[in-house]
Protein backbone atom coordinates (compact mmCIF):
# COMPACT_ATOMS: atom_id res chain seq x y z
CA UNK A 1 0.00 0.00 0.00
CA UNK A 2 1.39 3.66 -1.14
CA UNK A 3 0.54 4.77 2.61
CA UNK A 4 2.61 2.15 4.03
CA UNK A 5 5.39 2.40 2.00
CA UNK A 6 5.27 6.52 3.11
CA UNK A 7 4.90 5.62 6.65
CA UNK A 8 8.18 3.38 6.28
CA UNK A 9 10.22 5.95 4.29
CA UNK A 10 8.68 8.94 6.98
CA UNK A 11 9.91 7.30 10.07
CA UNK A 12 13.33 5.95 8.38
CA UNK A 13 14.00 9.74 7.75
CA UNK A 14 12.12 10.46 11.74
CA UNK A 15 15.07 8.19 12.78
CA UNK A 16 17.85 9.91 10.58
CA UNK A 17 16.84 13.68 11.32
CA UNK A 18 15.78 13.25 14.86
CA UNK A 19 16.81 15.84 17.32
CA UNK A 20 17.37 19.13 14.56
CA UNK A 21 14.84 21.61 15.94
CA UNK A 22 14.41 24.85 15.71
CA UNK A 23 14.87 26.57 19.29
CA UNK A 24 11.54 28.60 20.42
CA UNK A 25 11.45 29.92 23.45
CA UNK A 26 8.19 31.31 26.21
CA UNK A 27 7.99 33.34 28.48
CA UNK A 28 6.83 32.85 32.18
CA UNK A 29 3.47 33.80 33.02
CA UNK A 30 0.93 32.43 35.53
CA UNK A 31 -1.70 30.61 34.05
CA UNK A 32 -5.51 31.56 34.17
CA UNK A 33 -7.33 29.11 36.27
CA UNK A 34 -8.86 26.54 34.42
CA UNK A 35 -12.77 26.27 34.53
CA UNK A 36 -14.44 23.99 37.18
CA UNK A 37 -15.16 20.77 35.67
CA UNK A 38 -18.43 19.50 34.95
CA UNK A 39 -20.04 16.97 36.97
CA UNK A 40 -18.52 13.16 35.79
CA UNK A 41 -21.54 12.18 33.45
CA UNK A 42 -22.35 8.48 33.79
CA UNK A 43 -20.43 7.31 30.66
CA UNK A 44 -17.08 8.31 32.89
CA UNK A 45 -18.18 6.93 35.55
CA UNK A 46 -18.10 3.08 33.90
CA UNK A 47 -14.33 3.78 33.07
CA UNK A 48 -11.55 1.23 34.66
CA UNK A 49 -10.00 2.20 37.96
CA UNK A 50 -7.11 4.68 37.26
CA UNK A 51 -3.74 1.87 37.17
CA UNK A 52 -1.18 3.24 40.18
CA UNK A 53 2.04 4.16 37.29
CA UNK A 54 4.89 2.35 37.34
CA UNK A 55 6.87 4.38 39.47
CA UNK A 56 6.52 7.83 41.59
CA UNK A 57 5.56 10.93 39.43
CA UNK A 58 8.78 13.40 39.13
CA UNK A 59 8.59 16.84 39.83
CA UNK A 60 8.07 19.56 37.43
CA UNK A 61 11.97 20.17 37.91
CA UNK A 62 12.71 16.71 36.71
CA UNK A 63 10.23 16.39 33.69
CA UNK A 64 11.04 19.46 32.72
CA UNK A 65 15.18 18.81 32.78
CA UNK A 66 14.11 15.13 30.64
CA UNK A 67 11.81 16.95 28.01
CA UNK A 68 14.07 20.24 27.79
CA UNK A 69 17.12 17.63 27.20
CA UNK A 70 15.47 15.71 24.55
CA UNK A 71 13.95 18.44 22.30
CA UNK A 72 17.03 21.00 21.52
CA UNK A 73 14.70 23.70 20.35
CA UNK A 74 12.28 23.88 23.87
CA UNK A 75 15.32 23.81 26.12
CA UNK A 76 15.13 23.01 30.11
CA UNK A 77 14.74 26.71 31.13
CA UNK A 78 12.09 27.42 28.12
CA UNK A 79 10.28 24.49 29.65
CA UNK A 80 10.29 25.57 33.02
CA UNK A 81 9.53 29.09 31.97
CA UNK A 82 6.50 28.08 29.92
CA UNK A 83 3.81 28.45 32.20
CA UNK A 84 3.18 24.74 31.81
CA UNK A 85 2.25 22.86 35.00
CA UNK A 86 1.61 19.08 36.32
CA UNK A 87 -2.61 18.03 35.18
CA UNK A 88 -2.74 15.80 37.62
CA UNK A 89 -2.44 13.02 34.64
CA UNK A 90 0.37 10.95 34.17
CA UNK A 91 2.31 8.47 32.40
CA UNK A 92 2.57 4.37 32.86
CA UNK A 93 6.11 5.55 34.14
CA UNK A 94 5.52 8.28 36.00
CA UNK A 95 5.94 11.24 34.09
CA UNK A 96 3.16 14.42 34.73
CA UNK A 97 1.09 15.31 31.78
CA UNK A 98 2.06 19.01 31.95
CA UNK A 99 -0.49 21.66 30.83
CA UNK A 100 -1.72 25.03 30.77
CA UNK A 101 -4.53 27.18 29.73
CA UNK A 102 -3.96 30.96 27.42
CA UNK A 103 -7.35 33.09 28.27
CA UNK A 104 -8.69 34.87 25.76
CA UNK A 105 -7.19 38.37 25.18
CA UNK A 106 -10.66 39.91 23.26
CA UNK A 107 -13.94 39.68 24.84
CA UNK A 108 -16.39 39.88 21.94
CA UNK A 109 -18.20 36.62 22.56
CA UNK A 110 -18.49 33.97 24.70
CA UNK A 111 -15.40 32.60 24.02
CA UNK A 112 -14.56 29.21 22.47
CA UNK A 113 -12.44 26.65 24.02
CA UNK A 114 -9.79 24.86 22.17
CA UNK A 115 -7.66 22.12 23.04
CA UNK A 116 -4.68 21.82 21.87
CA UNK A 117 -2.06 18.53 22.24
CA UNK A 118 0.84 17.31 20.70
CA UNK A 119 3.02 14.37 21.03
CA UNK A 120 0.51 11.61 21.53
CA UNK A 121 2.32 9.50 19.23
CA UNK A 122 5.93 9.93 20.99
CA UNK A 123 8.24 9.58 17.83
CA UNK A 124 6.66 13.18 16.55
CA UNK A 125 9.12 15.00 18.00
CA UNK A 126 8.42 18.04 15.88
CA UNK A 127 4.72 18.04 17.27
CA UNK A 128 5.82 18.80 20.64
CA UNK A 129 8.45 21.30 19.66
CA UNK A 130 5.69 22.91 17.45
CA UNK A 131 3.46 23.39 20.69
CA UNK A 132 5.47 24.55 22.22
CA UNK A 133 6.39 27.55 19.39
CA UNK A 134 2.88 28.26 19.43
CA UNK A 135 2.56 28.70 23.44
CA UNK A 136 4.70 31.41 22.21
CA UNK A 137 2.61 32.62 19.86
CA UNK A 138 -0.38 32.67 22.70
CA UNK A 139 1.89 34.60 25.46
CA UNK A 140 2.38 37.42 23.26
CA UNK A 141 -0.98 37.72 20.99
CA UNK A 142 -3.06 40.42 21.67
CA UNK A 143 -6.59 40.08 19.65
CA UNK A 144 -7.05 36.31 20.19
CA UNK A 145 -10.25 35.26 21.28
CA UNK A 146 -9.76 31.70 22.47
CA UNK A 147 -9.68 29.67 25.87
CA UNK A 148 -6.56 27.24 24.80
CA UNK A 149 -5.70 24.27 26.37
CA UNK A 150 -2.39 23.14 25.60
CA UNK A 151 -0.71 19.95 26.22
CA UNK A 152 2.57 19.32 24.32
CA UNK A 153 3.44 16.18 25.10
CA UNK A 154 0.79 13.84 25.93
CA UNK A 155 2.63 10.74 25.46
CA UNK A 156 5.89 11.57 27.40
CA UNK A 157 6.93 8.05 27.79
CA UNK A 158 6.91 7.63 24.12
CA UNK A 159 9.08 11.04 23.29
CA UNK A 160 11.65 9.95 25.91
CA UNK A 161 12.93 6.47 25.82
CA UNK A 162 15.87 6.16 22.83
CA UNK A 163 15.35 5.73 20.47
CA UNK A 164 11.18 7.48 20.80
CA UNK A 165 8.79 5.59 19.92
CA UNK A 166 5.03 6.50 18.63
CA UNK A 167 3.64 3.91 21.20
CA UNK A 168 3.92 4.68 24.92
CA UNK A 169 5.46 2.68 28.23
CA UNK A 170 3.29 -0.58 27.42
CA UNK A 171 3.64 -0.67 23.68
CA UNK A 172 -0.42 1.04 22.77
CA UNK A 173 -0.43 3.63 20.44
CA UNK A 174 -3.14 5.92 22.43
CA UNK A 175 -4.07 7.51 19.48
CA UNK A 176 -5.97 3.84 18.90
CA UNK A 177 -7.07 3.87 22.42
CA UNK A 178 -10.31 5.54 22.90
CA UNK A 179 -13.48 4.33 23.40
CA UNK A 180 -15.52 4.59 19.88
CA UNK A 181 -18.44 2.28 19.43
CA UNK A 182 -16.74 0.03 17.12
CA UNK A 183 -13.74 -0.56 19.38
CA UNK A 184 -14.87 -3.99 20.70
CA UNK A 185 -15.84 -5.27 17.34
CA UNK A 186 -13.22 -3.69 15.02
CA UNK A 187 -10.10 -2.58 16.68
CA UNK A 188 -8.25 -5.72 17.47
CA UNK A 189 -9.28 -7.42 14.37
CA UNK A 190 -8.46 -4.35 12.26
CA UNK A 191 -4.84 -4.35 13.88
CA UNK A 192 -4.53 -7.71 13.29
CA UNK A 193 -5.90 -7.99 9.65
CA UNK A 194 -5.16 -4.82 8.47
CA UNK A 195 -2.09 -3.92 10.11
CA UNK A 196 -0.75 -7.59 10.51
CA UNK A 197 0.01 -6.99 13.97
CA UNK A 198 2.02 -3.71 13.53
CA UNK A 199 3.51 -3.23 16.82
CA UNK A 200 3.28 0.27 16.52
CA UNK A 201 -0.26 0.43 16.22
CA UNK A 202 -1.45 -2.07 19.15
CA UNK A 203 -4.77 -0.59 20.61
CA UNK A 204 -4.43 -1.61 23.72
CA UNK A 205 -6.48 -4.56 25.85
CA UNK A 206 -9.56 -2.71 25.98
CA UNK A 207 -10.24 0.76 24.92
CA UNK A 208 -9.10 3.49 27.39
CA UNK A 209 -6.62 0.78 28.78
CA UNK A 210 -4.01 3.44 29.10
CA UNK A 211 -3.19 6.37 32.04
CA UNK A 212 -2.30 8.62 28.82
CA UNK A 213 -5.78 8.20 26.96
CA UNK A 214 -7.42 8.36 30.12
CA UNK A 215 -6.05 11.47 31.13
CA UNK A 216 -6.99 12.91 27.50
CA UNK A 217 -10.47 11.59 27.75
CA UNK A 218 -11.28 12.91 31.24
CA UNK A 219 -9.87 16.69 29.95
CA UNK A 220 -11.80 16.64 27.22
CA UNK A 221 -14.92 15.82 29.63
CA UNK A 222 -13.71 18.61 31.60
CA UNK A 223 -12.73 21.31 29.64
CA UNK A 224 -15.68 20.60 26.44
CA UNK A 225 -13.49 21.97 23.76
CA UNK A 226 -15.34 23.98 20.91
CA UNK A 227 -12.46 22.15 19.04
CA UNK A 228 -9.34 19.98 19.39
CA UNK A 229 -6.01 20.34 17.48
CA UNK A 230 -3.98 17.70 17.63
CA UNK A 231 -0.09 17.86 16.25
CA UNK A 232 1.33 14.77 14.39
CA UNK A 233 4.11 14.02 11.48
CA UNK A 234 5.54 13.11 9.56
CA UNK A 235 2.49 12.90 6.40
CA UNK A 236 2.87 16.51 5.51
CA UNK A 237 -0.76 17.00 5.58
CA UNK A 238 -4.40 18.14 7.33
CA UNK A 239 -6.79 15.70 8.39
CA UNK A 240 -9.90 17.20 9.79
CA UNK A 241 -13.06 15.12 11.37
CA UNK A 242 -16.30 16.48 12.96
CA UNK A 243 -18.82 18.92 11.77
CA UNK A 244 -18.45 22.09 9.73
CA UNK A 245 -16.75 22.13 6.00
CA UNK A 246 -13.47 20.82 6.59
CA UNK A 247 -10.55 23.60 6.04
CA UNK A 248 -8.94 23.05 2.27
CA UNK A 249 -5.45 23.91 4.04
CA UNK A 250 -3.06 25.59 6.80
CA UNK A 251 -0.13 27.16 5.49
CA UNK A 252 1.49 24.48 2.75
CA UNK A 253 -0.47 21.50 4.98
CA UNK A 254 -3.49 20.53 2.54
CA UNK A 255 -6.16 18.78 3.55
CA UNK A 256 -6.31 15.38 3.03
CA UNK A 257 -8.49 13.12 4.51
CA UNK A 258 -7.27 9.68 6.55
CA UNK A 259 -10.55 7.96 7.28
CA UNK A 260 -11.21 6.97 10.74
CA UNK A 261 -9.68 4.27 12.59
CA UNK A 262 -11.01 1.66 15.60
CA UNK A 263 -9.92 4.01 18.64
CA UNK A 264 -8.94 6.69 17.07
CA UNK A 265 -8.82 10.27 18.56
CA UNK A 266 -10.41 11.41 15.52
CA UNK A 267 -13.09 9.18 15.18
CA UNK A 268 -14.21 9.12 19.03
CA UNK A 269 -14.25 13.05 19.47
CA UNK A 270 -14.81 14.10 15.92
CA UNK A 271 -17.13 11.26 14.56
CA UNK A 272 -18.81 10.21 17.70
CA UNK A 273 -18.83 13.16 19.91
CA UNK A 274 -19.06 15.31 16.88
CA UNK A 275 -16.67 18.26 17.36
CA UNK A 276 -14.25 19.61 15.24
CA UNK A 277 -11.33 17.44 15.48
CA UNK A 278 -8.06 19.22 13.01
CA UNK A 279 -4.96 17.03 12.65
CA UNK A 280 -2.11 18.59 11.30
CA UNK A 281 0.43 16.24 10.23
CA UNK A 282 3.57 18.32 9.91
CA UNK A 283 5.62 16.95 7.50
CA UNK A 284 8.83 16.21 9.43
CA UNK A 285 9.10 14.12 12.97
CA UNK A 286 12.81 15.54 13.45
CA UNK A 287 12.83 18.75 11.67
CA UNK A 288 10.36 21.69 12.50
CA UNK A 289 8.45 23.63 9.93
CA UNK A 290 10.59 27.06 9.02
CA UNK A 291 8.98 29.33 11.58
CA UNK A 292 7.30 31.68 8.19
CA UNK A 293 5.37 28.06 7.60
CA UNK A 294 5.00 27.41 11.45
CA UNK A 295 3.41 31.20 11.51
CA UNK A 296 0.76 30.43 8.12
CA UNK A 297 -0.58 27.28 9.47
CA UNK A 298 -1.34 29.23 13.17
CA UNK A 299 -2.67 32.30 11.60
CA UNK A 300 -4.70 30.03 8.66
CA UNK A 301 -6.18 27.83 11.54
CA UNK A 302 -7.14 30.67 13.62
CA UNK A 303 -8.87 32.25 11.10
CA UNK A 304 -10.76 29.10 10.40
CA UNK A 305 -11.78 28.71 13.89
CA UNK A 306 -13.08 32.11 14.36
CA UNK A 307 -14.91 31.92 10.93
CA UNK A 308 -16.11 28.25 11.34
CA UNK A 309 -16.46 27.84 15.30
CA UNK A 310 -20.22 28.95 16.65
CA UNK A 311 -20.18 32.42 18.30
CA UNK A 312 -23.23 31.77 20.88
CA UNK A 313 -24.39 29.59 23.37
CA UNK A 314 -25.06 26.55 23.68
CA UNK A 315 -21.29 24.60 22.65
CA UNK A 316 -21.86 22.33 20.44
CA UNK A 317 -20.54 19.81 23.17
CA UNK A 318 -23.56 19.55 25.13
CA UNK A 319 -23.73 15.71 23.86
CA UNK A 320 -20.91 14.69 26.30
CA UNK A 321 -23.39 13.86 28.83
CA UNK A 322 -26.42 13.48 26.83
CA UNK A 323 -24.78 11.16 24.13
CA UNK A 324 -25.70 7.45 25.73
CA UNK A 325 -23.32 5.34 25.36
CA UNK A 326 -24.22 2.06 24.85
CA UNK A 327 -21.04 -0.17 24.31
CA UNK A 328 -19.11 1.38 27.25
CA UNK A 329 -19.41 -1.85 29.60
CA UNK A 330 -18.77 -4.60 27.50
CA UNK A 331 -16.00 -3.70 25.82
CA UNK A 332 -13.53 -4.06 28.80
ZN1 LIG B 1 1.02 10.58 14.82
Given at each position: ?40 PAV ?229 LG ?39 P??YQRLEDHP ?8
Amino acid sequence: MAVAKRFYRNIWLARLLAGLFVVGAAQAQSPPKPPKPPPRPAVAAAKPAVTKPATPLVSMQKACELIGGRLQSVGVETCLKSGLRPSGGQSVNGLPILWRDFAPTTRKNTPRRILLIGGIHGDELSSVSTVFQWMKELETKQDQPFHWRVAPCVNPDGMLIRPPTRVNARGVDLNRNFMTPDWKSDALAYWENRTRKDPRRYPGPSPLSEPESRWLDDAIRAFRPDAIVSVHAPYGLLDYDGPAQAPENFGYLHLHQLGTYPGSLGNYAGVYLGMPVITLELPHAGIMPSSAQSQRIWNDMLQWLEKNLPKTEPALYQRLEDHPWNGGNESR
